[in-house]
């Protein structure tokens, strides 16, 4: 008990695994360059993303038909944005502006700023912080959603947590940081409204359902954020971490 490790060791719950402890090493400036290319690499622009191949667009007449069908698929000034070989349809929101739109597999505007602040305390480098601020600015530039019928949980907590985050940077303005924390608080009002049912959140601002893909775990950690941030200030919320 308590004696040094310093080899490889098998946790007693499963002999197939081994743990060994690599500790620090010291590689060539060459690593850094490698590094410092990544950083480059992730402060260029990045294009739009193409449809993927297997999605097929449907013409307006096709959509009419299909509310036909299917009453309600369209609701909420939704439009159809494609077709997958399996014969399924995906919908997109038509209501939703840019900034607050999610999808499976994208973490959106907000996901990327996100990135961006992980990314600046990882390298110190100010242009990631400088992204992330503007982004911060385009929600406070826009305001609240007005259509949230379609809107995720996770769109919401992602910008609070962002809101918050940036906010607590000694590079911004403090007049920008009580603006971004007021937006932050306005947000998670109207995420409260738009989102509870039955002590828990929904999958959108439409939906009777839940789902976790929809993000309820980022929201209810915004909040905790939220209330960390004003009522106990001596708790350091780090922001929502995101990866992909």
Not at 5 to 10: D, S
Not at 158 to 179: F, N
Request: aromatic letters at 8%.
């Amino acid at each position: 008990m308590g004696e040094k490790q310093n080899g490889p060791f098998q946790p007693s719950f499963n002999a197939s695994l081994k743990v060994d402890f690599q500790g620090s090493r010291v590689t060539s400036d060459g690593g850094l360059i490698l590094v410092r290319e990544l950083d480059e690499e992730g402060l260029r622009p990045q294009p739009e993303r193409a449809a993927p191949p297997t999605r097929s667009r449907m013409s307006r007449e096709g959509q009419l038909t299909l509310e036909k069908r299917f009453p309600g698929i369209l609701k909420h000034n939704r439009a159809i944005d494609g077709t997958n070989p399996d014969g399924g349809w995906f919908t997109r929101s038509a209501a939703l502006s840019p900034q607050w739109v999610m999808a499976y597999g994208s973490s959106g505007p907000s996901g990327a700023a996100l990135l961006d602040l992980t990314r600046f305390h990882q390298t110190k480098d100010q242009r990631f912080l400088r992204r992330a601020e503007q982004q911060a600015d385009r929600y406070l530039q826009e305001g609240l959603p007005k259509a949230t019928f379609d809107l995720w949980p996770r769109a919401c907590g992602q910008v609070i947590s962002l809101l918050l985050a940036v906010s607590r940077e000694d590079g911004i303005a403090t007049a920008k940081q009580e603006r971004y924390r007021a937006f932050a608080r306005d947000l998670a009002d109207l995420s409260i409204q738009v989102f509870h049912k039955n002590g828990l959140f929904r999958a959108d601002g439409s939906a009777e359902h839940y789902e976790a893909i929809t993000g309820a775990d980022d929201l209810v950690w915004a909040l905790v954020q939220l209330h960390c941030a004003l009522n106990r200030p001596d708790v350091k919320m780090e922001h929502i971490d995101v990866n992909w």
